[in-house]
């Protein structure tokens, strides 16, 4: 495909202004897989909110110079495609994912708010749980002692009604009899 120079223009500035909100850049290399499986990648990464082009890597570099993403420029090189998000863990999990069932599709680099990531550090990084799931874990975590305060004072209140039972039950016994006299 042939871009004339206005064509380019208009894709730098597209992925610019993807870049500019974005926190998390990681690019693969695609040789080799089929149009199916990139379909299927393709929209996975739609359904997560990933921005997924593959760009000729010349307008990339000029879409990332001068940002916080600038040092991955030095890792484009050869067939890639680019998985851009805002969310930080987003764009790591759909391709590390998708490289688990597919080997051809192999991870290079990526960058995650201005520092560079190799191979190792793209999985770590897309192992994190969702913001959804963390939200989740620390509302736990915050709920344990508010639920052992709750299970205490219940406690406390059972042992202290059996405690005033018997001593309850005397006077009580002692009223029913002296209404029945």
């Known amino acids: 495909m ?3 120079l206005n064509d380019k223009k208009a894709v730098v500035a597209e992925i610019s202004a993807k870049v500019a909100s974005a926190q998390t850049i ?3 290399e695609y040789r ?3 149009v199916g499986h990139l379909t299927q990648l393709r929209a996975k990464a739609r359904a997560e909110g990933v921005y997924l082009r593959v760009l000729k890597n010349t307008l990339a570099r000029r879409a990332v110079e001068g940002t916080a993403f600038a040092p991955l420029a030095s890792e484009l090189t050869g067939p890639l495609i680019y998985s851009i998000s805002d ?7 759909v391709l590390n994912d998708f490289a688990k069932t597919n080997d051809k599709l192999v991870i290079k680099a990526g960058n995650y708010a201005g ?11 897309a192992n994190i749980p969702s913001r959804e799931v963390l939200l989740a874990q620390v509302l736990g975590m915050m709920l ?8 205490g004072l ?7 009604s059996e405690g005033d039972a018997p001593a309850a039950a005397a006077p009580a016994a002692e009223s029913t009899e002296a209404a029945a006299e």
């Open 2 to 4: 042939l871009l004339n």
């Open 26 to 28: 990681v690019v693969a």
């Open 32 to 34: 080799g897989i089929q």
């Open 87 to 93: 969310d930080a863990v987003a764009a790591a999990k």
């Open 115 to 125: 520092k560079s990531l190799d191979k190792a550090a793209v999985a770590a990084l």
């Open 144 to 151: 344990v002692p508010v639920a052992s305060f709750t299970r």
């Open 154 to 160: 219940a406690a406390l209140a059972a042992k202290k």
